[in-house]
C-alpha cells in the first residue's frame, strides 16, 4: 500500500549564506526551548537551547530567538556550511514540579545547503 | 565522550512478534526516555524513566509497550506483539540529575524497526 508521511518544510540556501528555521510551539507555559539537529539515519544532536526568562541566546555560528508573545521561536544559522544539511527541530520543556517533564518536539525543518 | 549506545541497529520482525531494544544510557545520568520517530515524521514521546519507575508516557505507550532498567547499566524497551503501524525508528535518551545543567536529552543513534 502507498505510505502517507508529513512532508517537512525545506530551506534551501546557497553556502555562505545566512538561514533562519521558525517554529511555533505550543503551550504557554513552556519555560525552556531547544534546537536540535538531525542528520539522515541519526538520532536528534543538541544545537542550543534558551530559557523563557531570555529572548536571545548566541552559540557558535547559531543564535535563538524566543518571542514568548507569539510562541515562536528561531534558529539563525550563520554563513551555512553543507555539513549543516539536516533537519532540524525545536522543542519544548516545562518544569513541572522538578521533575522536568519531556520534550516535546515540532515537526521539523529540512535544511539543505547547496555548494 | 560519553555517548548513549542502541541495540540493535536495525530488527526486522513479524507482525504479532515481541521484540526488545536495548538501550546503554550515559552513565552517570538518571532520567531516561523512549521516543520514536515514523519515517519522515516528528519524534515523538513514547515513557520516560526516573529512580526504577515510569514517571511519564504518551497515548501511545499502551499496555503492548513495558519498559525495564534489568541491571545498572541497561534500559530496555519491549513490544509484546507488534503490529505494522511499529515500524519506525525508536530512540532511548537520558538526561543527568535534575537542575545542575541544561534540560536536554541526549540521544543515541536509534534502533530501526521494521515490521512485516
Known amino acids: 500500500g502507498e505510505s502517507v508521511g508529513l512532508h517537512l518544510p525545506t530551506l534551501s540556501v546557497q553556502e555562505g549564506d545566512n538561514s533562519i528555521i521558525n517554529c511555533a510551539y505550543s503551550n504557554s507555559a513552556s519555560d525552556y526551548f531547544i534546537w536540535y539537529k538531525q542528520e539522515s539515519g541519526k538520532g536528534p544532536q543538541f544545537i542550543i537551547d534558551i530559557r523563557s526568562n531570555m529572548d536571545k541566546r548566541q552559540g557558535q555560528r547559531v543564535t535563538v530567538l524566543l518571542n514568548k508573545t507569539v510562541k515562536h521561536l528561531s534558529l539563525q544559522i550563520a554563513a551555512t556550511q553543507p555539513g549543516d544539511s539536516a533537519v532540524y527541530f525545536c522543542?519544548?520543556?516545562?518544569?513541572?514540579?522538578?521533575?522536568?517533564?519531556?520534550?516535546?518536539f515540532g515537526k521539523g525543518t529540512k535544511l539543505s545547503v547547496k555548494p | 565522550e560519553p555517548e548513549v549506545t542502541q541495540t540493535p541497529s536495525h530488527q526486522v520482525t513479524q507482525m504479532g512478534q515481541e521484540v526488545i531494544l536495548r538501550c546503554v544510557p550515559i552513565s552517570n545520568h538518571l532520567y531516561f526516555y523512549w521516543y520514536r520517530q515514523i519515517l519522515g515524521q516528528k519524534v515523538e514521546f513514547l515513557v520516560s524513566?526516573?529512580?526504577?519507575?515510569?514517571?511519564?508516557k504518551s497515548e501511545i505507550f499502551d499496555d503492548q509497550f513495558s519498559v525495564e532498567r534489568p541491571d545498572g547499566s541497561n534500559f530496555t524497551l519491549k513490544i509484546r506483539s507488534t503490529k505494522l503501524e511499529d515500524s519506525a525508528m525508536y530512540f532511548c535518551a537520558s538526561r543527568p540529575r535534575a537542575h545542575l545543567i541544561g534540560r536536554e536529552l541526549f540521544f543515541g543513534e536509534g534502533s530501526r524497526l521494521t515490521v512485516l
Open positions: 524513566f526516573y529512580n526504577n519507575e515510569i514517571s511519564e
Open positions: 522543542a519544548e520543556n516545562i518544569d513541572v514540579g522538578g521533575s522536568q517533564g519531556n520534550l516535546i
